[in-house]
C-alpha cells in the first residue's frame, strides 16, 4: 500500500499542451504539498494545501493550478507548457507537525 | 523567513569510514522539526532522521547521528560504518510546528567509494 501515490511517473509532452499529475495519500494528513526539483536537484515549495484550503502559493506561474478535491487529493494541472517546466514534481503529505511523506516523483519533459 | 544552507555540494567517504554532513539554518522562531532526507538514484525522498528543536538529546537512528546545536542553528548529520548503498544525495530540511512550510538546504551528493 503506497503511502503518497502520483501519477505518472514520467511524462513526455510538447510545448503548448496541457497536462495533469495527480497525486494521492492515504496516511489521513491534513497537508498536502507539491515541490518542483530542478536539474540542480534544488526543491522548492509550490503549492501547501491545509484541509484543502490553499495555505501556500509560491511564486509559481498561474499556468499552474493545483486542485483539491478532497483531503486525500492534491492534483496539479499545468496549461500551455514551456521547456522550462521541465522537471521532478514531487508531491507530499505531512501530519499537523511533522515530517513529510512523498511520493515517487514525476519526471516531466516539455519537447 | 526561514532558509536552510548545506555548504558541501559534493563529499566522499570511503566503504565503513564515517563522514559529517553540515546544514546550518535560519529561523525567527523556537519551535520546530529538523530532517535529513536523503535522495537515491531512484529519486524517491526517504526520511533518514529527525529531530525536536526542543530536544535536547540527538536523535540518533542506527547508523546515523545529529549533532544538533541549537544556539548556533546547527545541525550535521555522522553516518557511521558507510556503506554502498548509503550514496545519494542527502537533504536538510526545516519545518516551524505551528508552519506549512518544508525548506530544504541546496543538497550534497554523498559518494562511498569501495
Known amino acids: 500500500d503506497t503511502a503518497v501515490s502520483q501519477t505518472p511517473k514520467y511524462l513526455v509532452t510538447q510545448m503548448g499542451n496541457d497536462k495533469s499529475i495527480k497525486c494521492e495519500q492515504n496516511?489521513?494528513?491534513?497537508?498536502m504539498y507539491w515541490y518542483k526539483q530542478d536539474s540542480k536537484k534544488f526543491l522548492k515549495i509550490m503549492f501547501s494545501?491545509?484541509?484543502?484550503?490553499?495555505?501556500i502559493n509560491e511564486t509559481v506561474p498561474n499556468r499552474f493550478s493545483p486542485k483539491s478535491p478532497d483531503k486525500a487529493h492534491l492534483n496539479l494541472h499545468i496549461n500551455s507548457l514551456e521547456l522550462g517546466d521541465s522537471a521532478v514534481y514531487f508531491c507530499?503529505?505531512?501530519?499537523?507537525?511533522?515530517?513529510?511523506?512523498f511520493g515517487q516523483g514525476t519526471r516531466l519533459t516539455v519537447v | 523567513a526561514q532558509t536552510v544552507t548545506q555548504s558541501q555540494p559534493e563529499m566522499s567517504v570511503q566503504e565503513a569510514e564515517t563522514v559529517t554532513l553540515s546544514c546550518t539554518y535560519d529561523?525567527?522562531?523556537?519551535?520546530?522539526?529538523l530532517f535529513w532526507y536523503k535522495q537515491p538514484p531512484s529519486r524517491q525522498m526517504i526520511l533518514v532522521i529527525r529531530?525536536?528543536?526542543?530536544?535536547?538529546q540527538n536523535a540518533t537512528e542506527n547508523r546515523f547521528s545529529v549533532n544538533f546545536q541549537k544556539a548556533a542553528k546547527s545541525f550535521s548529520l555522522k553516518i557511521s560504518d558507510s556503506q554502498l548503498g548509503d550514496a545519494a544525495m542527502y537533504f536538510c530540511?526545516?519545518?516551524?510546528?505551528?508552519?506549512?512550510?518544508?525548506?530544504f538546504g541546496e543538497g550534497t551528493q554523498l559518494t562511498v567509494n569501495p
Open positions: 507530499a503529505s505531512s501530519p499537523s507537525t511533522g515530517y513529510a511523506f
Open positions: 496516511l489521513g494528513h491534513d497537508t
Open positions: 494545501y491545509n484541509n484543502k484550503e490553499l495555505i
Open positions: 529561523t525567527s522562531e523556537s519551535d520546530y522539526y
Open positions: 529531530q525536536e528543536a526542543y530536544k535536547q
Open positions: 530540511a526545516l519545518i516551524m510546528t505551528s508552519g506549512s512550510r518544508l525548506t
